[in-house]
T-cell receptor, first 109, second 112 residues
Framework: GQQVMQIPQYQHVQEGEDFTTYCNSS?????IQWYKQRPGGHPVFLIQ?????EVKKQKRLTFQFGEAKKNSSLHITATQTTDVGTYFC?????????FGPGTSLSVIP | DVKVTQSSRYLVKRTGEKVFLECVQD?????MFWYRQDPGLGLRLIYF???????EKGDIPEGYSVSREKKERFSLILESASTNQTSMYLC???????????FGQGTRLTVV
C-alpha cells in the first residue's frame, strides 16, 4: 500500500516540555492532514496543509509542510495533560485518506 | 455537527460467523470509509466508497466486503470471521474532494 511513515511511535514527556512528531512520504504529497485521537476516542481532524513550506498554528500547536511536500511535522509547545493521545498524519489520494501509524504521546504531570 | 454513528460499540462473535458492522452518516457525504486500527499499525483502510453502490479496495480488503445501497449507510461485512480480525473498526465519511474525514466512535470487535 501507499506508505506514510511517522516517528516516533511513542513519546513520553514531562508536562511543560515540547513535543514533535514527524511524518514522511517517499512520494510528493498533494496535501497532508493531521488528526488527534484521545484515549478511548476516535480520530478528530486538526488541520490540512496544502502548500509547499506552509506553516500553520493552532494555539500551542504548530504544523509545517516541507518545501518538497514529502514531509510534515506537528510541534506542541509546553505540553499539557490535555495533549495526551495519538497523533496521526494522513495523505489524501483520490479522496481516500491514507494514515501513518501515529505517534502516541504521554504527558507526565 | 456531522454525526457518524456505528451500530455497536463492542461486539463479540465466534469464528466462522458472518458479521455485519453498520455505519450511518447524517451529512449527505459522498465518501465513506472503513478503517481497522491495531496497536503500532495505525489506521489501515479496508474499503472506500465514493458513491452509492460504488466501492474501492483499500490496503487490507482480504476477508472483508462492503455494501452501500443508500448514500448515508455503509456496511462492512466479515464473511467468515477469524480471530485475526479482532480489532477496532472505525467508519468515517467526508464530502467529495480532499477534505477532512469525520469518524464514528468505533466498534471493538472480538472474534473468539
Amino acid at each position: 500500500g501507499q506508505q506514510v511513515m511517522q516517528i516516533p511511535q511513542y513519546q513520553h514527556v514531562q508536562e511543560g516540555e515540547d513535543f514533535t512528531t514527524y511524518c514522511n512520504s517517499s512520494t510528493t504529497l498533494s496535501n497532508i492532514q493531521w488528526y488527534k485521537q484521545r484515549p478511548g476516542g476516535h480520530p478528530v481532524f486538526l488541520i490540512q496543509l496544502v502548500k509547499s513550506g506552509e506553516v500553520k498554528k493552532q494555539k500551542r500547536l504548530t504544523f509545517q509542510f516541507g518545501e518538497a511536500k514529502k514531509n510534515s511535522s506537528l510541534h506542541i509547545t509546553a505540553t499539557q495533560t490535555t495533549d495526551v493521545g495519538t497523533y496521526f498524519c494522513g495523505k489524501t489520494s483520490y479522496d481516500k485518506v491514507i494514515f501513518g501509524p501515529g505517534t502516541s504521546l504521554s504527558v507526565i504531570p | 455537527d456531522v454525526k457518524v454513528t456505528q451500530s455497536s460499540r463492542y461486539l463479540v462473535k465466534r469464528t466462522g460467523e458472518k458479521v455485519f458492522l453498520e455505519c450511518v452518516q447524517d451529512m449527505d457525504h459522498e465518501n465513506m470509509f472503513w478503517y481497522r486500527q491495531d496497536p503500532g499499525l495505525g489506521l489501515r483502510l479496508i474499503y472506500f466508497s465514493y458513491d452509492v453502490k460504488m466501492k474501492e479496495k483499500g490496503d487490507i480488503p482480504e476477508g472483508y466486503s462492503v455494501s452501500r445501497e443508500k448514500k448515508e449507510r455503509f456496511s462492512l461485512i466479515l464473511e467468515s470471521a477469524s480471530t485475526n480480525q479482532t480489532s477496532m473498526y472505525l467508519c468515517a465519511s467526508s464530502p467529495g474532494g480532499p477534505t477532512e474525514a469525520f469518524f464514528g466512535q468505533g466498534t471493538r470487535l472480538t472474534v473468539v
